[in-house]
């Protein structure tokens, strides 16, 4: 018995009738070149280091503590001190350096489609959320976000992988303003 292969193209369209192909899948866009990409504000810079002075500031708390004690047991003070002022100081150089960079890896950029968010020094992350997706934006500061004029900014996604972008120590303003651009595209679409 002989085998019959079949065609798998369509068959071809009734003459005077154009042939009936599936639409390509649009491919993801890069960003328009009239998206800006947004950098943080430098008071985000200071609000960083400030926390990682409190942070080299307990340590070496600890450190003056430790010596004390060591000293009250009659121990070498001295060379136990030098190397953990040498710790301490490579510590905040590096955290010094990295918060810097952690800063500069921040951008985000808002276009007709979508909002996308970068960050990362180490490992990098890149978050794009289409508007069509956005639930509810929402926006949380503590204490020292306040002091310096910035918020956090939350976006609320539905059914996707990541349910919340955050872009951390946005100005208040921009925040506000990013959040009603976000929000005005939900009440323009009828939801």
């Known amino acids: ?42 008071a985000a810079l200071w609000l960083r280091r400030l926390v990682l002075g409190a942070w080299l500031t307990g340590a070496a708390l600890v450190v ?18 030098l190397v953990a002022a040498g710790v301490l100081g490579v510590a ?19 276009d007709a489609e979508r909002l996308e968010v970068r960050h990362g020094v180490v490992v990098q992350r890149r978050a794009i959320v289409p508007r069509s997706r956005v639930q509810h934006v929402s926006t949380n500061a503590g204490p020292l976000q306040r002091a310096f004029g910035l918020v956090r900014l939350d976006v609320h996604t539905a059914g996707a992988r990541t349910p919340t972008v955050t872009i ?24």
Request: hydrophobic fraction near 50%; aromatic fraction near 6%.
């Open 64 to 81: 003056v503590l430790g010596a004390v004690a060591v000293a009250l047991v009659g121990g070498p003070v001295l060379p136990l001190a």
């Open 1 to 42: 018995m002989a085998m019959v292969q079949r065609d798998p193209s369509p068959p071809p369209a009734p003459t005077g009738a154009p042939a009936a192909r599936p639409a390509p899948a649009p491919a993801p866009s890069p960003a328009p070149a009239t998206a800006t990409v947004h950098r943080l504000d430098e």
């Open 168 to 191: 951390r120590d946005l100005r208040a303003g921009v925040a506000d303003a990013l959040r009603a651009s976000l929000l005005d595209d939900r009440a323009g679409d009828g939801r």
């Open 92 to 110: 905040g150089g590096v955290g010094w350096w990295f918060v810097g960079a952690g800063f500069r890896s921040w951008a985000w950029l808002l």
